[in-house]
């Protein structure tokens, strides 16, 4: 079992719709939760960065952590078509751990106009 | 401004060749950082370092080398010892002691002809 799983999709959605992006993991060790977007032959950039569980707001954008069931959630609310990109979840059991960071595969959205 | 650039965007690589990857940060971050991306897989961690003059490897260490002799600069160079070098390369820097918020350069494309 991968220690971060994560749909590849693709996910297509109209524009407007609300869209929810997952991942599972396995080790419970995990406090720390960040979602990074990454455009077509682009480095990722940071979207959220969240700690332990609960949920976290950022304009259009909602991280959700549950760490009952392992399970992160990024939602976007009136998408648009320049959310068109991968999004990687990525997570780590601390803030100072510069080789523990574990990165899931990505999900590629696409938002039709 | 302030960021990372990778250069070059696209590199060509005969077998048996070694190649070196740049990086350049000016966000005086401390720690500095190579993945490698494929399809359907998570970033995957090279080398990294956490001050000047100082490396360590990774989990898919075997067959790079890297060097960091100034702050800014941590090349990565591509031996002809890697078994599978073409792939997606991403220069990532962070502030010391805030490894989960990592910024990433643009990326270098490497493709074994």
């Known amino acids: 079992q991968k220690e971060v799983e994560q749909d590849p999709g693709p996910l297509s959605v109209p524009e407007g719709a609300i869209v929810s992006l997952n991942c599972t993991y396995s080790?419970?060790?995990?406090?720390?939760f960040m979602w990074y977007r990454q455009y077509s032959r682009k480095g990722p950039e940071l979207l959220m960065y969240t700690y332990s569980s609960g949920n976290k707001e950022d304009g259009r954008f909602t991280a959700q952590v549950d760490k009952s069931s392992k399970y992160i959630s990024l939602f976007i609310r009136d998408s648009q078509p320049s959310d068109s990109a991968t999004y990687l979840c990525?997570?780590?059991?601390?803030?100072?751990?510069?080789?523990?960071?574990?990165f899931g595969p990505g999900t590629s959205l696409s938002v039709i106009p | 401004d302030g960021g990372i650039t990778q250069s070059p965007k696209y590199l060509f690589r005969k077998e048996g060749q070694n190649v070196t990857l740049s990086c350049e940060q000016n966000l005086n971050h401390d720690a500095m950082y190579w993945y490698r991306q494929d399809p359907g897989q998570g970033l995957r961690l090279i080398y990294y370092?956490?001050?000047?003059?100082?490396?360590q490897k990774g989990d898919i260490a075997e067959g790079y080398s890297v060097s960091r002799e100034k702050k800014e600069s941590f090349p990565l160079t591509v031996t002809s010892a890697q078994k599978n070098p073409t792939a997606f390369y991403l220069c990532a820097s962070a502030r010391g002691g805030w490894a989960n918020e990592q910024f990433f350069g643009p990326g270098t494309r490497l493709t074994v002809l």
């Open positions: 080790n419970s060790a995990f406090q720390y």
């Open positions: 990525a997570m780590s059991a601390s803030e100072t751990s510069y080789d523990k960071v574990i």
């Open positions: 370092s956490q001050i000047v003059n100082d490396f």
